[in-house]
Every structure is written in structure tokens, then in C-alpha cells.
């Protein structure tokens, strides 16, 4: 069993920036390629970035491509995503994901799910 848990959410003025982290345990983390989704209320999960195992490969939605910056550190079981240039639009549960694919962009892809972090962001 794969077990994901998220933090770095919170409350941070437009135009700030957080770091989320997700520590992941129960397998061979490099075996999991790694994505990060959000959901804002009354709205549909939606995909945000996604990293393949090695790290080589990653993928970002339009709305964040040049402000937000997905990593992973295999040897710490951790997948990063920074987010800089935030804007209101960006608030929203965000939750990490892993998938034995190569990688994947949509939501049923993925097998595995955190619990998510809030991240809020004021105008």
C-alpha cells in the first residue's frame, strides 16, 4: 500500500509563493510517476503537473506552465511542487498522486492519493 501525505498549504497574498511537499512510503517511490492536482469548491478535480519517476520528464497545465515548478527527491520519497506569481484563481485543495504509468494528466490515471493541503490565496 502506497500512503501520500501533502503539506506547505496556506494562506499567502497574490503575487506570493509556497512549496508543497508530498512524502510518500509503502514502495520503491522511483517505480511512481507523480502528479499534482487541484479542486476549488463547486469545481472538478483538475490536473496541475506531473513528473515521471526518474524526474526527466514533467508536464504542467497552461494555467501555472512558467509560475509553478514540479521536483522530486527519490532518495527522500518526496515530490515538490513550487508555486511563485500566485493569483486568487490558484486557491484550492491541491493533492498529490502517484500512477504506475509513465506518467499521466487526468485524475483516473492516478492510483494512488494524499489527502490534499489548502492553499489560499487573497487578492
Known amino acids: 500500500q502506497v500512503q501520500l501525505v501533502e503539506s506547505g498549504g496556506g494562506l499567502v497574498q497574490a503575487g506570493g509563493s509556497l512549496r508543497l511537499s508530498c512524502a510518500v512510503s509503502?514502495?520503491?517511490?522511483?517505480?511512481?510517476?507523480m502528479g499534482w492536482f487541484r479542486q476549488a469548491p463547486g469545481k472538478e478535480r483538475e490536473f496541475v503537473a506531473a513528473?515521471?519517476?526518474?524526474?526527466?520528464?514533467?508536464a504542467y497545465a497552461d494555467s501555472v506552465k512558467g509560475r509553478f515548478t514540479i521536483s522530486r527527491d527519490n532518495a527522500k520519497s518526496t515530490v515538490f511542487l513550487q508555486m511563485n506569481s500566485l493569483k486568487p484563481e490558484d486557491t484550492a485543495v491541491y493533492y498529490c498522486?502517484?500512477?504506475?504509468?509513465?506518467?499521466?494528466?487526468?485524475?483516473?490515471?492516478?492510483?494512488?492519493w494524499g489527502q490534499g493541503t489548502q492553499v489560499t490565496v487573497s487578492s
Open positions: 498522486a502517484a500512477t504506475r504509468l509513465r506518467y499521466g494528466l487526468g485524475p483516473a490515471e492516478y492510483d494512488y
Open positions: 509503502g514502495r520503491t517511490f522511483s517505480m511512481y510517476a
Open positions: 513528473i515521471s519517476g526518474s524526474g526527466g520528464n514533467t
